[in-house]
């Protein structure tokens, strides 16, 4: 099987008797995609951004299933869209001691490990260090060399003129990657030891520089919130793989 060129452009196509039999679509827009008639045995969907919209299947909009088999499953992960200050606090206390068991149960031979072109255990933590940077000491807190090199920066992000220059090439050990994370939680705590509900509503930029996207302090820690759990989660399915 061939890779089609990134830049294919299917918008209103109409496929019949297709085989996409074990085809893989990343950071595609599907939007509005039809389907009649179609074997999903097996299916795999998974989308940062569906918990935001609708996904019907067979007339049923399956979202708020979703979303309550995750809560289920990660205790306190419905906290990521608390409104006040001690919710915030418990979110936090609840993603950060779930975080600890999963990568007090990794052995050593496993942080490094990938299943197929998806992240690390250790690019992972790495790239939470990047969603600290962002969107606490960026966003929040406005500190203007906000970015610590290990991050991980996506792929996209050169794209949208963010600087990846200064971020490291080279993969550095695990023992400077828990430090730097530790370092990052400990911030947030810090930073939530403290906030009020005026704190929370007060307006931030986005830190990334995308227009039109209006943004609260509180919006800036659910946002840390919702990528700690999602990240953890993927993390999870991908050492249950490896292991």
């Known amino acids: 099987m061939t890779s089609t060129p990134d830049s294919y452009d299917f918008g209103d196509a109409t496929f019949v008797g297709t085989n996409f039999n074990g085809a893989t679509m990343r950071s595609c827009d599907l939007t509005g995609v039809t389907m009649r008639g179609v074997d999903v045995n097996g299916l795999d969907i998974d989308g940062p951004d569906l918990l935001f919209g609708g996904l019907i299947v067979c007339g049923v909009d399956v979202v708020p299933l979703v979303d309550a088999e995750l809560n289920r499953q990660f205790p306190g992960r419905e906290l990521q869209s608390a409104q006040t200050p001690a919710g915030l606090r418990d979110g936090w206390v609840a993603v950060q001691d779930a975080w600890q068991t999963t990568v007090s149960a990794t052995s050593a031979e496993l942080v490094d490990a990938c299943v197929g072109d998806e992240w690390s255990l250790a690019q992972t933590l790495r790239h939470l260090v990047l969603v600290t940077d962002a969107w606490l000491r960026s966003a929040v807190l406005r500190v203007a060399e ?14 949208m003129g963010v600087d990846v220059s200064v971020f490291r090439a ?23 030891a403290t906030a009020t509900p005026e704190l929370l509503g007060e307006d931030r930029d986005n830190p990334w520089g995308v227009d039109g996207w209006s943004l609260s302090v509180g919006d800036c820690v659910r946002v840390i919130l919702e990528e700690e759990w999602a990240h953890l989660r993927y993390a999870r399915r991908d050492l249950a793989l490896l292991s």
């Open 170 to 192: 080279d993969a550095p050990p695990f023992e400077e990657i828990l430090e730097v994370r530790a370092e990052r939680q400990q911030l947030v705590t810090e930073f939530l």
């Open 146 to 159: 906000p970015f610590h090199e290990i991050g991980q920066i996506f792929s996209s992000a050169a794209d």
